[in-house]
Every structure is written in C-alpha cells, then in structure tokens.
C-alpha cells in the first residue's frame, strides 16, 4: 500500500470507518450488475472508502456512476476520494465544466417542472397534479434532494384515483426513505400504501416481495434481527429481480435471510423454515455457502459452520446495510454454536473447546467466561483441570416443585369457596371499614352471590 492510500485509509478509520485489507470473494463488475438506480453509486463509494484491494477501481467506477447522472454532489464526493487514494489517476480531478453545465441543467429543469406543476394546478386537473408532483420528485432524487423528492412524494396521495396508484406512491417513498436512513418511515409507507393491495391483484405477489424485503431491511436498520430474518424468508424466489433491485438483489436477499436466521433461530426453525422453505432455497442457490453454514449448524457441526462464515466476512463488511451489524451477528453466532456444542455433555475440556473454535488462537477461556458473567451460558469453568461443566436445569425437580404449588393454590381456593358457602348458608354479613366507590359500599351477601356466580 503506497503513503497515499496508507493515509487515505487511516483517516477513514479514524472516523470511525471499517477497513477491509482481504480480498473479497465477489467480483466487483459482476457484483453491481446486479443494481439499478442511486443504490449503485452507494454500493461503489462505499466499497471504495472501505476495500484497499478494491479502492481505486470502485473509486474510479463510482465517478463515471455519478457522471452518467445528475447529482453533482456524490460526483464530488467521488472524485475527493480518488484523489486522496491515488491522485494520479484520470479520474481524480474535477471535471468543472461538466459541473457547470450540469448545475444549470438541473435548474432549467427544476423551473420547468415547477411552472408546468403550476399550470397542473391552475386548472384543476388532478392527475397531471399527481403526474407533475411525481416527475418533480423524481427529479429531486435524481439531483440528491431528497427532502425535496419526498415532500413531493408525499403531495400526491392527495390526487391518487386508484389503488394501484396510491402502491407506486409508496414505493416511491419507501425507496428516499432507505436512502435517507429513516427506518421507521420505511415501514410506516409499506403499511400504509404498499400493503393495502388485495391478494386477488396480479401484482400481489411481487408487491408482497417487495414489501418484504424492504421491511427486512429496515428491520435490519433497526436491529430487529429476528423480524428481518423472517421477511427475508418469506420472499418469494419467483419474483422477478428488475421489482426490487433498486434496494436490493437477490444473492442479498440469501445473504441477509441466512445470517439473520442463524443469529436468531434454534436448528429446528433453521430446518422448518429456511432450508425446508421451497422458495427461500432457490434464493440459497445463489449463495451456496449460506446453504452450507446453515446445514454445518443444523447437522450440529458449529466449528465448520463459524469457519465458512469468517471466510466470507470480507464481503460482507463490504456490504452497505450489512456492515455494521456484522460484529454483533457474528458473536451471536458464535455465542449460540457454543452453547449448542455443549447441550449434549455433563464436562468438556477447555482444549478440546480450543480446538473445536479457536484453533491456534487466543485462549477460549475467558470468552466463556465472559459468556457465564453475562448470563448467555449456564455452566461453570474448573480452572484447575481446565474443564467446563455446564449446568442443566432437573426437569423432574421443576416438574415437582410445580405440581406442588398448584396443590397447594388449589387447596387454598377449595378453603376460601367452602368458607364463603358457609356464610351464605348462615344468612352472615361481614361489615368492614367503608371505601366511597369500593368493594364495601355493596352488601356483603350481593358481592357473595356475584363471586359465587363467577366461580
């Protein structure tokens, strides 16, 4: 690594930015094929300010991206990066005349849409209202307004003749809320417009994609790990991949599905709704090592799962939504193997456990031991013959303990019923101290003869 990228990088990661230095197993012109839209040049930057193998090339495929575009920012932001990386490349100076000429584009264009909205709007004519509200919107995204693309989203619903309409306005405003990071939104828009669409519909099926993938992701964003695996899962492999590849491709949709899943299902939901699920393996497919560390970890083999997992984790840190969450999902992963590895055994040893996960590595041992103290694992580590025990709950004991107390709750109500027959049998009434409003003010043998009704 020349001085150059050494101090472009350090400086990323003195803001706090993941470095990646291995080489990732994707191809990167094959890999952002897969996307269509503003996510292409996201992916690219993102790549080139975290990959050192992939830096320049990404850099320099995320200027011509911004280019073929309208959005002078990101082309800026593009162009600064590949000249603090590698300089000397073509691509690192600014083409200002293009800026120019595409600044003042944008404004003519702006004007013009805005003057024909006004004339939509003078006379009266409600769907050029909502044609002119969506080519403005469109526009603004396209520039990187996107406060200004949502709001004019948003002024649409108002002119919406049908249903199908009022779905296109959602994803429309779904698609600036992922961008703009706005989760909660993201799910708000998908309730109300993109999932009011009747199941009788011919598009049913690829809005119901859609919709689930674009909640995953926002689950995902929200770090709901469980809900997001389960609307990965539940897309359906049938759906053409031109629906959603604005936010997504379909070797991410395996990617996120079986991650999340193996982070927040026990092998028996992995077996029933992952690799049993007819729909979510043709999504496996495209991924087959996802399909393999989720069958590792089924089949009970955790070490091999966790090693194919860390061969791919490159790539995933590569990943825009994925990568902040992959540490967490990892030891999750981790955390689960281990604990799963030792369900079957009253005592393993310490170094069969190294061998098992760590291999040549750091000591297992405190990892455990961090894992008792946080109350994930239920066992305990015997230091002198570096051993663990794990500590499994007396199913017959619990059993026992609790048929007692239902005997002895049981006995307790029999008393009571007996005791208030007998008081009524007697023709009794019990005066105690009067609350306005309670219990007290109603005569004994009333409230008597309602509880008894109850009972």
């Known amino acids: 690594m020349d001085d150059r990228k050494l101090a472009f990088f350090t400086a990323i990661e003195d803001q706090g930015g993941v470095i990646v230095k291995e080489t990732p197993k994707f191809d990167l012109d094959l890999y952002i094929q897969n996307y269509k839209g503003r996510t292409r040049f996201e992916r690219l930057l993102h790549i080139g300010r975290s990959s050192v193998p992939l830096c320049v090339d990404a850099l320099k495929a995320a200027v011509q991206e911004a280019k073929a575009g309208n959005d002078i920012l990101r082309y800026q932001m593009a162009v600064n990066s590949l000249f603090q990386a590698a300089p000397n490349e073509p691509e690192a ?24 909205l006004q004339g939509y709007k003078n006379n009266l004519i409600k769907e050029s209202i909502r044609m002119g509200n969506e080519d403005l919107g ?63 519909d011919p598009k049913a099926k690829a809005l119901k994609t859609y919709s689930k993938i674009a909640n995953g992701i926002a689950a995902l964003g929200q770090e709901r790990y469980k809900d997001a695996a389960f609307s990965f899962v539940e897309a359906s492999s049938g759906v053409p991949p031109e629906v959603y590849n604005q936010i997504a491709s379909p070797n991410d949709v395996a990617i996120y599905g079986g991650l999340l899943a ?14 049993d699920n007819d729909s979510f393996r043709e999504f496996l497919q495209r991924e087959p090592h996802i399909r393999r560390a989720i069958t ?24 825009i939504y994925l990568r902040k969450h992959v540490p967490k999902l990892y030891a999750d992963i981790r955390t689960k193997s281990i604990v799963q590895y030792l369900k079957p055994f009253s005592c393993v040893r310490l170094d069969t456990m190294q061998k098992a996960f760590n291999g040549p590595g750091p000591s297992i041992e405190d990892e455990l031991f961090t894992m008792i103290k946080d109350g994930k694992l239920n066992a305990r580590i015997d230091a002198i013959n570096k051993s663990i025990t794990p500590i499994s709950t007396d199913s017959r004991q619990q059993m026992q303990s609790y048929a007692l107390q239902t005997f002895a ?47």
């Open 409 to 455: 709750k049981y006995e307790k109500q029999a008393l009571d019923r007996i005791r208030r027959m007998n008081i009524m049998a007697a023709d009794l009434e019990v005066k105690g101290s009067r609350k306005p409003g309670g219990l007290n003010d109603i005569p004994f043998s009333m409230a008597a003869d309602d509880t008894a009704s109850l009972a």
């Open 93 to 116: 100076l600014l083409d200002k005349a293009w800026m120019e000429s595409k600044d003042k584009e944008n404004r003519d264009t702006t004007a013009h849409l805005q003057a024909e």
């Open 296 to 319: 590792q970890f089924v089949n009970g083999r955790y070490a091999a799962c966790i090693e194919i997992l860390e061969s791919y984790r490159p790539d995933y840190l590569l990943d």
């Open 262 to 275: 193996l982070a927040t299902m026990d092998r028996h939901e992995l077996q029933a709704n992952v690799l």
């Open 138 to 200: 469109k526009h603004f995204e396209a520039i990187g307004d996107v406060e200004a693309a949502m709001d004019s989203f948003w002024k649409m619903r108002p002119d919406v003749s049908s249903t199908e309409q009022l779905v296109d306005i959602g994803k429309l405003l779904v698609r600036v809320a992922i961008e703009r990071r706005d989760w909660k939104s993201v799910s708000n828009h998908l309730s109300k417009h993109v999932n009011s669409v009747n199941d009788s």
